[in-house]
């Protein structure tokens, strides 16, 4: 499976992003999808998660009051956003997609239970 995220970049606090996932090379027919950012000296921390075969979402308690995951109207099952609103410095953070069969994963926030990442995306906000 191959990730490629893109949509970051550098804004001002209170501004908003959209981030996008998009996968290929499925060989499962369902997967979850994660986000998960990392901050220098940090632990990665997942943010929202969804499942390609059906409709479970996932946003971490600490965001989901700010952040919306969501599949793409055309591509449900290969594209995924994140929209991030009002903005804030803190969550300035490499932003990666992860991926894991649906079948094998436990929990959707825990970093080790993916086989498959992206490169990340960089947010910034001042």
């Known amino acids: 499976v191959q990730l490629v995220e893109s949509g970051g970049g550098s804004v001002q606090a209170g501004g908003s992003l959209r981030l996008s996932c998009t996968a290929s090379?499925?060989?499962?027919?369902?997967?979850?999808l994660g986000w998960f950012r990392q901050a220098p000296g940090k632990e990665r921390e997942g943010v929202a998660a969804?499942?390609?075969?059906?409709?479970?979402?996932?946003?971490a308690a600490n965001v989901k009051d700010r952040f919306t995951i969501s599949r793409d109207r055309d591509n449900p099952k290969n594209t995924m956003y994140l929209q991030i609103y009002s903005l804030k410095p803190e969550d300035t953070a490499m932003y990666y997609c992860?991926?894991?069969?649906?079948?094998?994963?436990?929990?959707?926030?825990?970093?080790?239970?993916?086989?498959?990442w992206g490169r990340g995306t960089q947010v910034t906000v001042s």
């Open positions: 992860a991926a894991v069969e649906a079948q094998f994963y436990n929990h959707w926030d825990h970093w080790d239970e993916y086989n498959y």
């Open positions: 090379g499925y060989t499962y027919d369902s997967y979850l």
């Open positions: 969804l499942v390609t075969g059906d409709d479970r979402t996932y946003v």
